[in-house]
């Protein structure tokens, strides 16, 4: 159990799980682009620890880049909209796997997959390490989940609350009384 401000949190999903299932979806991508040579776009911050287990399990040649997505108001009526920052290569013509922390309503990783069409690539496929699928409201393909879970609160593994708890092995989840 940890506590972070004014949360508690109990365990949820344990590192040795964490890796055995990062182990199995690199299995996949190292059959399924064995001969595409992958783009692999970390979108940071939450992703940081599973795209590094991720990666040293794949043993096909790829290239590793990260992004970061930004929320701006372009105008008061439009709401958020996201902007991609860090993005210096072309991405034409590449087989890009994106990797992500959390699906959670869909909306950041649709609005960056629509933002990355844009650029040309040949394929998209996304690699989530959790989904939550009651709370997703954009039709989503997702090629890569580690774990569907329900829809509450989570932390740690890259996942944090308020800046804080991403520095964990194991996956939290909010307590809830
Ligand atoms: P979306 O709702 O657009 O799919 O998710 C956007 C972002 O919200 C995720 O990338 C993640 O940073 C954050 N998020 C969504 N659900 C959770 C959660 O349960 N725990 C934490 N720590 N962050 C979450
Ligand atoms: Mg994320
Ligand atoms: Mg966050």
């Known amino acids: 159990m940890i506590t972070i401000k004014d949360k508690t949190f109990v365990p949820f999903i344990p590192a040795d799980a964490i890796q ?10 190292n059959q399924e682009y064995a001969d595409k040579l992958p783009l692999i776009v970390v979108v940071l911050n939450g992703a940081f620890l599973f795209a590094a287990d991720l990666a040293k399990h794949i043993t096909i040649p790829c290239e590793i880049t990260f992004i970061r ?7 008061e009526s439009s709401g958020q909209l996201k902007q991609i920052l860090g993005l210096n290569e072309s991405i034409a013509g590449r087989d890009l796997i994106v990797v992500e922390d959390i699906v959670d309503t869909g909306l950041t990783i649709h609005e960056v997959c629509q933002q990355l069409q844009a650029m040309h690539p040949t394929s998209i496929a996304i690699a989530t390490l959790l989904f939550k699928p009651s709370a997703l409201k954009e039709k989503l393909d997702l090629h890569y989940v580690g774990f569907e ?19 964990t092995k194991e996956i939290f989840v909010l307590h809830e009384e």
């Open 20 to 29: 055995a299932r990062i182990q199995e979806l690199a299995e996949q991508i």
């Open 69 to 75: 997505v930004a929320s701006y108001s372009a105008t």
């Open 149 to 167: 879970i329900e829809n509450r609160f989570v932390l740690g593994y890259g996942l944090d609350y308020d800046g804080l708890g991403r520095n």
